[in-house]
C-alpha cells in the first residue's frame, strides 16, 4: 500500500480522532479552562506517539505548555524541518448562536462544525497524519522532523519567547512550517508573504470611586462611558483613519510593485459582504479593502464593558467603563512603541473629571515580510502547485502568528505557512466549522512537502 | 403609654422586621427574582395587617404587583391622605464590593446595611410603624390613611399608571405623602419642590453578523464598538453639552429666584469630591453643580458591552455593540419627545458601515415641579421644621419617581416627598445603608404629621 492508499484507508478514523481532540474545551483565555489545555496537550502527546513520532513530551511554561516531538533517522543529508502548530482554542461564547454545540464536534455535509475544528486543531493534525502514512508505509520519514505545538497561541503566546530562548536545542532546524493558517479557497492555495504583528491592551476609564444612583449623581461627577467615548473617538476617526499621534510613522509603505501584487488577488467585495453580513466595507482611507485587510495596520476595539449590562433599566452611574484594544501591525511597526503611542494618547486626551489607564494585555507580534526568493517558500509553492493543480497566489495575511516573530529572533528563520484551513471557517466565531476533502488533501501535501524536501520523487 | 413610649419601646422589635424585611431580594430587573418581588408584597401585607391596617391586599399588574391597604374611620371632617413607598430593590451586582453580603443585613454603628435598606424598604417601613404606634395608644388614627406599594419603581415603574388608572377610587385621597426620597442631611430636613423625568433606551449597533476574527476581517469590516463610541461622543460633547438637536427646546429656564433658591442651599463641592470619588465635578458648562444635579437635564450611559468581557485578550471583531442610556429630565421636558430626538440624533449620525437600532427600555418619568403655596407642602414643612429643629431647605432633586407624575396626572394631586433617607446611603450601590437614628425620627415625623393634619395637638 502506498501512503495516499494509507490516507485514503484510515480516514475515517482520523475524523473519529479529530472529533475527540475538539470535545477538549481547551480555551486558553479562561482559567477555568486550564485544565482542559492540559488534558489537549497529553491528547496531542499521546497521537505523535500513536504516529510513530518519537520523544513526545510536554514541557511547562510560565502559563499553558507546550508539546514537543521528533524524528529525526533521516540523516544527515536531508534537511530538518520544524512544523508548528496549537492545541489551544478561542473561548466559543456566544454558545446561543452556535447551531450545535462548540465543544460536541458534529459533521454536516462535507464540514465538521465544532471550536477549534480548523483553528488548529484540524489543521494541526494533518501534518501528524501525513507523518503517520509514511512511517506506516514506508518505515521512515524523508526529512528529520520536529514537532512544536503549543497551548497558548489563541492569548498571544505570552510564554513562548522565554521557552523558545531556553529551548533552542530541541527547536533547531533549517526551515519552519506553520499547520495554523489557510489556503486562498478551496480551488487555489496562497503563499503567505507577509503576516500582521499585534499588540493587545485595555484602556480602563474611572470617574467615581463606586457606582452611584444616575439621579442623585447625574450631572455632578463624569461618566466614564462618556469619557471612555470620547477616547475611542479621539483614536480613530469615523473615516476609519487612525488618528493616534505616530501611528502610522514606522510603516515600509507599500510599493506600486506590492499594490500590483494585492490587486491580482482576486477580491469579489460583494461577495465578502454576504459572507460577512456587513452593510458596508470600513477601512483606511486611500487604500483597497484588500490592502486593509493584508497590509495596513488595524485599531479594533474587542470588547467594551461598564455598568449595568443586563435586562431592563439599571439607573446607575457606573464607576468604571473599560475597552480591550488589539492593533495589528505592520512591518516596521513595533509592538512596544505603539503601545506607548496608545498610552500616551490616553494621557494626553484624558479629561480631568476621570481617570485612564492603559495596561497591556497578553499578546504581541511583530510584523512578519517574508525576503523574496525564500528556499522553503519556494519548494512549498511547488507542492501546492502540484496539488491544487494551480498556482498559488501570493498574499499577506491580516493575523498574526506571535511564534514565528520569536522563531525569527531566535532561529533566524522565516516560518512558512503551510496549513489547510479556509478563512471563511468562522475562525474564532460561533459555527467554526474545517472542511472534510481539504483535511484529507492537506495530508497529501504535507507528505509530498516532506518527500520533495527529502529529494524523493513521487 | 404615649405613641411616643410605644415606638421606643418597640424599637428594636422594628429592627428586626426591618432585616427580615432586607433578606427578601426583591430585585424587580431580574426576572429570576420575580417571585422574591411577590414574597416582599406578602410580607408588606402581613405587616400592614399586624399593625392594625386594614384592607391589605396585593394587586395584579402586568408585571409587579401592587399592595393597597387603608384606615379610613377618621369620619369625613378630616383628610383622606395616600402615602405611597416600593417594596422592590436594585440589583445588588458587583456582589464583590459590599462589606457583608446585600441580602444578609448588617447592623455597624447606627447604620443597617443591606440593599433596600434605605431605598426604600427602610423608608417605607416608616408610616406603617407610625401608624401601629398610633393605633395601638389611641385606638385610632387622626387621618384617613390609604397605603399604595409598588413592586417595580426600580425599573421605572412601567405596569403603573394602567393600575392606577383603573383603581382611582383605591387611590382617592386629598394630599399624597411619598415614603421614597431623603432629607437633606442628618441635621436639616428639605422640601422638595421638583423631581426630574426620565427616559430609558438602549442603542444596539450592529456591524458584520456574527463575531469575527479581528485579523483576518479588521481594515475590512467597521467595528460596532467603534461606531457606537463615534455616535456617543456625537450626543454629548466633552464639556458636558448635551449635543443632541432639540435636547434643551422645551425647558422653562431657572429664573433668577429659582438660582438664588438653589444657592442658599449649602453646597460643599470638596465634600462632594470626597464622598464620591471622583476627581473633579463635570456637568453642564453655565450651571453650577449644583443646579446641575438638581435643574438641569443629564445624559447617562448607564451600561456599555459588546464583544469579549473577560479575562486577557480575544481577537474578536464583534457583531455588535450596545449602550444603555437614561436621561433625567426637566420641566418641561417630554420623555417621548426626548427618546424620539435620540433616536434621530442616532438616525442621522449612523455610519453606512453598521446599523442602529435604538428601542425604549422600561420607565418613563415626566417631570415634576410643585406649585408654590402648595398646603400638603406647607405643613410637611411645619413638622419637619418641629421635629429637626430647622427649617427646611427648599430643593429640587436629581431623581424620578415615576408614579408621582402618574399620581399627578389621574388624581390631580402633586405628591410631597416625606421620606427619611439620605443620598448619601449608597442607594443603587453597593454596601447601601439606612441610618437608624433617622428610622425612629421619621416614625416621629409621620405620627405627628397625621396628628397635625387631623387637626390633633401634640
Known amino acids: 500500500m502506498t501512503w495516499a492508499d494509507y490516507l485514503d484507508t484510515h480516514q475515517s478514523r482520523f475524523i473519529e480522532e479529530l472529533c475527540s481532540f475538539i470535545r477538549i474545551p481547551s480555551v486558553s483565555a479562561k482559567p477555568e479552562n486550564a485544565n482542559d489545555v492540559r488534558v489537549a496537550g497529553q491528547w496531542v502527546i499521546d497521537r505523535l506517539t500513536a504516529a510513530g513520532i518519537e520523544n513526545a513530551k510536554m514541557y511547562e511554561t510560565a502559563g499553558h505548555p507546550v508539546v514537543c516531538a521528533d524524528w529525526l533517522h533521516a540523516g544527515p543529508d536531508v534537511p530538518t524541518i520544524l512544523i508548528y502548530g496549537h492545541f489551544d482554542v478561542q473561548p466559543a461564547e456566544p454558545f446561543e448562536l452556535w447551531t450545535s454545540p462548540p465543544f460536541e464536534p458534529t459533521i454536516r455535509g462535507d464540514r465538521i462544525y465544532g471550536r477549534g475544528a480548523t483553528d488548529d486543531k484540524g489543521a494541526m493534525l494533518v501534518p501528524i497524519l501525513a507523518a503517520e502514512a509514511l512511517l506506516a508505509e514506508t518505515g521512515r520519514l524523508?526529512?528529520?522532523v520536529r514537532f512544536f505545538f503549543e497551548g497558548q497561541e489563541e492569548i498571544g503566546s505570552p510564554d513562548l519567547p522565554p521557552f523558545i530562548e531556553k529551548n533552542l536545542d530541541?527547536?533547531?532546524?533549517?526551515?519552519?512550517?506553520?499547520?495554523?493558517?489557510?489556503?486562498?479557497?478551496?480551488?487555489?492555495?496562497?503563499?503567505?508573504?507577509?503576516?500582521?504583528?499585534?499588540?493587545?491592551?485595555?484602556?480602563?476609564v474611572t470617574g467615581a470611586r463606586s457606582d452611584l444612583h444616575s439621579g442623585m449623581h447625574g450631572g455632578g461627577v463624569a461618566n466614564p462611558g462618556q469619557a471612555l467615548a470620547h477616547l475611542l473617538a479621539s483614536m480613530k476617526a469615523p473615516d476609519g483613519r487612525i488618528t493616534i499621534a505616530g501611528f502610522y510613522d514606522d510603516i515600509v509603505e507599500l510599493t506600486k510593485e506590492d499594490r500590483d501584487?494585492?490587486?491580482?488577488v482576486p477580491w469579489d467585495e460583494a461577495a465578502y459582504l454576504a459572507e460577512t453580513g456587513a452593510?458596508?466595507?470600513h477601512g483606511e482611507p486611500g487604500y483597497s479593502t484588500r490592502e486593509n485587510l493584508s497590509a495596513r495596520p488595524t485599531f479594533e476595539i474587542n470588547g467594551l464593558s461598564?455598568?449595568?449590562?443586563?435586562?431592563?433599566?439599571?439607573?446607575?452611574?457606573p464607576s468604571v467603563a473599560s475597552a480591550k484594544i488589539t492593533c495589528r501591525l505592520v512591518a516596521n511597526q513595533n509592538p512596544e512603541r505603539i503601545f506607548d503611542l496608545i498610552a500616551a494618547h490616553v494621557d494626553a486626551h484624558c479629561p480631568p473629571s476621570v481617570t485612564a489607564e492603559v495596561s497591556k494585555n497578553p499578546g504581541r507580534a511583530d510584523p512578519f515580510l517574508m525576503p523574496a526568493g525564500h528556499n522553503a517558500t519556494a519548494i512549498a509553492g511547488?507542492?501546492?502547485e502540484e496539488v491544487y493543480g494551480k498556482e498559488p497566489y501570493k498574499t499577506r495575511v491580516g493575523g498574526s502568528i506571535p511564534v514565528m516573530s520569536t522563531l525569527l529572533d531566535q532561529l533566524g528563520l522565516h516560518g512558512v505557512m503551510f496549513a489547510f484551513g479556509h478563512a471563511d471557517e468562522n475562525q474564532h466565531a460561533p459555527d467554526e466549522f474545517?472542511?472534510?476533502?481539504?483535511?484529507?488533501?492537506g495530508q497529501t501535501a504535507y507528505a509530498r512537502l516532506m518527500e520533495r524536501l527529502g529529494g524523493v520523487s513521487s
Open 382 to 384: 511547488q507542492v501546492l
Open 170 to 204: 530541541r527547536l533547531q532546524a533549517d526551515m519552519v512550517f506553520s499547520a495554523d493558517g489557510s489556503q486562498w479557497d478551496t480551488e487555489t492555495p496562497q503563499i503567505v508573504l507577509g503576516l500582521k504583528g499585534l499588540t493587545s491592551l485595555e484602556i480602563k
Open 306 to 317: 461598564s455598568g449595568w449590562q443586563g435586562e431592563g433599566t439599571k439607573t446607575v452611574l
Open 261 to 264: 501584487a494585492i490587486a491580482r
Open 142 to 144: 524523508p526529512v528529520n
Open 279 to 281: 452593510p458596508a466595507t
Open 434 to 441: 474545517f472542511r472534510l476533502p481539504t483535511f484529507r488533501l
